[in-house]
């Protein structure tokens, strides 16, 4: 075992103990950090995940949206392999994203229109909403054409392509909705009801592949002003169980794992200093 990876998990281990200590996740970003989840949305393929060298999620399940944890502001040379590869070899896919200072973001392995792996990172807009409102954002994410997204029967997203997203502010409420293929009544994802409680971003991706036919959605709800968000499925596609819930929470323990890295670093840059 590398040292650094030694260094890295001993650190976790203490930062996991401090997070467990103050009585669950953090619920907003400080100055200099940013909260980050990470959504796996590439079907069929477990995979390990690492940044800057140092891994990340082991075993990391397709569907499965972690939790929001607060990391350091900065840039992450994001690497992804199946499941027990080599981490020397050619990742599946690689690249760097930025986490904003003060930002909620979600990085997400999908696929591309052509399904194609791919990596992107979304900035959560989780600033105030009106009285009686409520934020809907729908993330094109999956090995599918151009959609439309209706509420009612009535559009509300037109000709969303992959890797776009758009947002709007509806009042609040319960909607079924429903995803179509752009400019037509051709369903491919639902309906299915969606609760969009007063003052909340509610955040939906459609991922998988139309070709393999298993298109679904993930719903990511988050309170306003950084309040603590909450990942439900959207009553179709994988429900949620138990092994879900500790694949969140291992994957947690990663991101806490690399924070641990990152101080250990800066700490022994600053005793050589």
């Excluded at 990340?56 to 040379?77: H, I, N, R, W």
């Excluded at 696929?111 to 729908?138: C, K």
Aim: proline share 6%.
């Amino acid at each position: 075992m590398k040292l650094r990876t030694s260094v890295a998990v001993a650190a976790s281990i203490g930062m996991c103990a401090l997070a467990v200590g103050a009585a669950g996740p953090a619920s907003a970003a400080q100055d200099d950090e940013a909260m980050v989840s990470v959504f796996h949305a590439v079907p069929g393929l477990t995979v390990d995940v690492y940044a800057n060298g140092d891994e990340l999620l082991a075993g990391f399940e397709p569907g499965t949206l972690t939790e929001p944890q607060a990391l350091p502001a900065g840039s992450y040379d994001i690497e992804i392999f199946p499941a027990g590869a080599d981490p020397s070899g050619t990742p599946a896919i690689q690249k760097t994203v930025e986490a904003p200072a003060g930002a909620d973001a979600t990085v997400v392995a999908h696929l591309s229109a052509d399904g194609t792996p791919r990596l992107d990172a979304y900035v959560n807009d989780v600033s105030q909403v009106p009285a009686g409102e409520a934020r809907l954002t729908v993330r094109h994410v999956a090995a599918a054409p151009a959609v439309d997204v209706r509420a009612g029967d009535q559009p509300v997203f037109k000709g969303l392509e992959n890797p776009d997203e758009d947002t709007t502010e509806v009042s609040a409420g319960t909607i079924s909705a429903d995803v179509v293929l752009a400019g037509t009544d051709d369903v491919v994802l639902g309906p299915a009801d969606l609760d969009l409680k007063e003052g909340t971003s509610t955040v939906v991706y459609a991922w998988g592949s139309a070709t393999d036919d298993n298109l679904a959605l993930k719903v990511q709800t988050l309170a306003a002003s950084h309040g603590t968000p909450s990942a439900v499925n959207a009553g179709f596609g994988a429900g949620t169980n138990d092994s879900d819930a500790w694949i969140a929470y291992s994957a947690g323990f990663g991101l806490l794992a690399l924070a641990g890295a990152l101080t250990v670093r800066h700490l022994r840059a600053r005793d050589r200093a």
